[in-house]
């Protein structure tokens, strides 16, 4: 069934979005009998992944040479695009009929190497059943894709990564919350350019494009603040750190949720960072600011599902008390709280008590709420010259309360 696979392949690179949607969504690389083949698959569909809504011309650019090469000579007779459209259902349909007969016939000879009792025969005749009427229902999906890599994006905090279990996963929604003057825009810029490869909005509401690359350059050219906000850096120094960051695109000029929705979709991103949520705004009416920000936050939550990127929306925290913050603190938190996949607060004893007898640069960081594994409390310095957070040295990472309490149920 080699050409019928080929024409799997075929079809996702020339058919339109909603096709392509359907399909990725639909196949597996391990249904393809043809490893080779599989593993062209299995990179288109990571790539389409990435930058959902790529066409096909994009997604046959992530092959390698040899790769496109061959799937030139292969599709030499393929059908054409609306044809391929037209036949998607029967070529779907044959496709997951031919990886059935496959799947049973490798029972087959799995229970034959064994004795098998009746209970075994029934549980194969019940599989021959299931995959006869669907490969693609939700538990096959998961099992044939359980071995494809899990995708996530790092922090470019060694500490903060390891909580997170390597980083933050795609298309998840996080929070970063801090009281105002804490450094949260520059925990944000550094989440973004720690990685130059990512392709990377920010949305900046509060702030110009113009600011946003101040601090940049202050942190990647590592010059003081104050001369790189007042473009007393040499010119070339300041291009050599913006043409580095080319995959970032910093917008000051969008406030509306349906706009940013609508960029998140059009752009193929790995993270979208918005500058601040409490100040984004919607073209609906609510009742309240607690209304709209759990609408905005919906919304992000379901853009970075579909597209599979990381969003991490900044968020103010409640002026009232001194003490360390939590997510109840988030301003109008109800939907935050609910829709955050990770929750990080930052904190500095100095911002609330300038004579404290700390050092002002001192910030305790608490993953306060990890969807997927452990919270805790880390100790980063921020330097306010250079516009950087940096992990202390020896740093040990603390438990949170919650977490010493709940230990025993975790699922790990």
């Known amino acids: 069934m080699r050409e019928l696979e080929i024409k799997i392949i075929g079809t996702a690179l020339l058919t339109e979005q909603a096709q392509r949607d359907r399909l990725f969504r639909e196949v597996r690389p391990s249904y393809f009998e043809d490893k080779s083949l599989g593993d062209i698959f299995r990179k288109l569909q990571s790539a389409y992944r990435r930058h959902p809504g790529a066409d096909g011309t994009a997604l046959f650019s992530e092959l390698d040479i040899e790769e496109r090469r061959d799937m030139v000579l292969m599709m030499d007779s393929m059908i054409s695009p609306a044809v391929a459209a037209a036949q998607l259902d029967d070529t779907l349909a044959a496709f997951r009929e031919d990886y059935a007969r496959r799947a049973i016939r ?21 599989e021959a059943e299931s995959f006869s009427q669907s490969a693609s229902n939700s538990a096959a999906a998961y099992l044939s894709s359980y071995t494809d890599p899990v995708e996530s994006v790092g922090t470019g905090f060694i500490e903060l990564d390891k909580l997170l279990n390597g980083g933050m996963l795609r298309g998840t929604l996080a929070t970063v919350g801090a009281r105002p003057s804490t450094g949260k825009t520059t925990f944000a810029i550094n989440l973004a350019t720690h990685d130059p490869s990512l392709r990377v909005l920010f949305i900046s509401i509060e702030m110009s494009s113009r600011m946003i690359y ?42 509306d949720i349906e706009d940013i929705e609508q960029l998140i979709f059009r752009e193929r991103l790995d993270v979208v960072i918005i500058d601040y949520i409490q100040i984004v705004t919607a073209r609906r009416r609510f009742a309240d600011n607690r209304q709209r920000i759990d609408y905005i936050s ?31 603190d988030l301003k109008e938190s109800g939907g935050l709280e609910q829709d955050s996949d990770y929750i990080i607060l930052l904190y500095r004893e100095y911002v609330n008590c300038k004579e404290a007898q700390v050092s002002p640069g001192a910030t305790t960081v608490t993953l306060d709420k990890n969807k997927f594994g452990r919270t805790g409390e880390l100790d980063m310095d921020f330097n306010g010259s250079r516009q950087r957070f940096t992990e202390a040295e020896d740093v040990i990472t603390r438990p949170t309360q919650s977490e010493e309490e709940n230990d025993n149920d975790l699922p790990f």
């Open 298 to 328: 919906q919304r992000l939550k379901s853009a970075a599902k579909k597209t599979g990127c990381v969003i991490v929306s900044l968020s103010q925290i409640t002026r009232g008390g001194k003490d360390r913050p939590t997510m109840s």
């Open 106 to 126: 490798s029972r087959v000879a799995e229970l034959a190497i064994g004795e098998p009792t009746a209970a075994d025969l029934r549980a194969l005749a019940e």
């Open 214 to 255: 101040d601090r940049i350059v202050a942190d990647k050219a590592d010059v003081d603040y104050k001369k790189s906000g007042l473009h007393r850096i040499p010119f070339d120094t300041v291009k050599g750190v913006v043409e580095r960051y080319s995959g970032l695109t910093v917008a000051d000029d969008i406030a």
